[in-house]
């Protein structure tokens, strides 16, 4: 009787492993050999953007600029600069009741170039760095590095340039101390024990055969740069050029459960949120799906969440409804629902003094939702209301989704931000809703594959129901 009771009463707090079955199981592990294989050619945003919209196109959706009107069944998408880019489905109900919208971001903690990074210092060439969103800069040193993104010259002529991913490509470093020579260095805290221009990426050592005047390193580096891609030293200033680990996305744990891969923060709830988007059929909300860009510096830019260029992709949708009266953009959003699907911190027995056990999310027990996150007195957070909180739930429940409810740490320790105050300060019902993952923001990122499938479970449900 007692364990009836509980089984009655208390929370299911079992693997979510235990939940599914063998055909279930098998789903879990196709899902997730489709997320590797995607994590490995979207480092970046750019990247993610081109491989969204190849996706995008495949499956049927059409860039909003070719519809001069738009019906419901019509599947658009808007990029935005080729960094951030919002997908939707046009719902059978009246638009001014509301969107149902996942907001994903889908840039990740990296290293970009400096405007002037190309230097020479005794026979060895360099390039200065600086470290985007929040990292622990000694996690950056020795390994493997690649480099990925866009040179634009003056003529409007863009070359884009992957270095480090082909196992024929060279790659680059951050080099350390020894550790016979580190006795200062192992002195210092932590967080200062490698400083932001220290990441400093080594990239030759050979001088330019003719001539012997100074920075003849640089020289033939510039050299080779020019005959591959023709780009000289100034056009450094017109590039954004990111490092990213070169470490591939593959399968953790003698039992293939879990991910390793650098960018889950976020990727991990962009692919699947978008992979669940393409799978959708007619709604009867319009659906929309965002990837959005700047999340780990703030929001901020033109194509971060803080800018108006979401407004803009809405507005757009309206006018070719038709749907244009004063005021209606506001109502829109007002009615609206969001699940901000960004990456929660899971669980470390490794670490746990920094947690709440009974507040915070586990590795394989499914999607997890934060209330709200901020800092301490809750500082900086939307805070999502119960009746919203209520309701997500009903979908996850009905639909038999294992899901758990989280804070971003113990009260004190620290705390995170995610989209979700801007859509809610919009007026849309907010709640975060994604994936546990260890070691979040270090170059090599860890995720349970149940929790990528109940990710991509809850998206779907949310759209239809």
């Not at 059409?62 to 001069?68: A, L, P, R």
């Not at 507040?359 to 997890?368: D, Q, R, T, V």
Request: glycine share 8%; net charge negative.
């Amino acid at each position: 009787m007692e364990g009836t009771l509980q089984e009655k009463l208390f929370k299911n707090k079992e693997s979510g492993w235990k939940s599914i079955d063998e055909e279930e199981t098998k789903k879990v592990f196709e899902l997730s050999k489709k997320y590797i294989d995607f994590l490995n050619i979207a480092k970046t945003e750019r990247d993610f953007v081109k491989s969204a919209r190849k996706l995008a196109d495949a499956n049927g959706y059409k860039d909003i600029i070719e519809f001069s009107t738009l019906k419901p069944g019509d599947k658009i998408y808007f990029v935005n600069r080729n960094k951030s880019m919002y997908l939707a489905i046009i719902g059978e109900e009246p638009i001014e009741n509301g969107l149902r919208i996942i907001g994903s971001h889908i840039d990740s903690p990296r290293l970009d170039l400096k405007p002037n990074p190309l230097y020479e210092d005794t026979g060895l060439a360099y390039l200065k760095t600086h470290y985007y969103g929040g990292i622990k800069k000694y996690q950056w040193t020795t390994i493997p590095l690649s480099m990925h993104g866009v040179v634009v010259k003056p003529n409007g002529e863009k070359v884009e340039i992957t270095i480090g991913e082909d196992d024929n490509d060279p790659i680059f470093t951050i080099t350390d101390l020894l550790p016979h020579l580190a006795v200062e260095q192992m002195e210092k805290k932590l967080k200062s024990g490698v400083d932001g221009e220290s990441l400093t990426l080594l990239v030759g050592s050979i001088p330019y055969a003719e001539g012997n005047s100074a920075e003849q390193v640089k020289l033939n580096i510039l050299n080779i740069l020019n005959k591959k891609y023709g780009i000289k030293e100034i056009d450094f200033t017109s590039s954004e050029l990111e490092l990213v680990p070169q470490f591939k996305a593959r399968s953790l744990g003698f039992d293939e459960s879990m991910v390793a891969a650098y960018g889950q923060d976020d990727k991990v709830c962009a692919y699947t949120s978008l992979a669940a988007m393409m799978e959708l059929g007619n709604v009867k909300t319009t659906a929309v799906c965002m990837l959005t860009d700047k999340e780990e510096i703030g929001s901020m830019g033109n194509t971060g969440m803080e800018s108006h260029m979401f407004d803009f992709f809405i507005s757009e949708i309206l006018n070719k409804l038709g749907q244009n009266r004063p005021n209606l953009l506001d109502r829109v959003f007002c009615f609206s629902k969001m699940l901000s699907s960004d990456v929660d911190a899971g669980f470390d027995p490794l670490y746990p003094t920094v947690s709440d056990k009974h507040n915070c999310g586990f590795l394989g027990k499914g999607i997890s939702l934060n209330k709200y996150t901020g800092a301490r007195g809750k500082s900086g957070s939307s805070d999502a209301n119960a009746e919203y909180v209520a309701w997500v739930r009903n979908v996850l429940e009905k639909n038999n989704i294992r899901y758990q409810v989280a804070e971003l740490g113990k009260v004190d320790v620290g705390g995170g931000g995610t989209i979700a105050y801007i859509l809610a300060n919009k007026g849309a019902d907010v709640i975060d809703c994604g994936v546990p993952v260890l070691s979040m923001h270090a170059p090599y990122e860890v995720t349970s594959k149940f929790d990528v499938y109940s990710a991509y479970k809850t998206y779907k449900a949310f759209w239809n129901e």
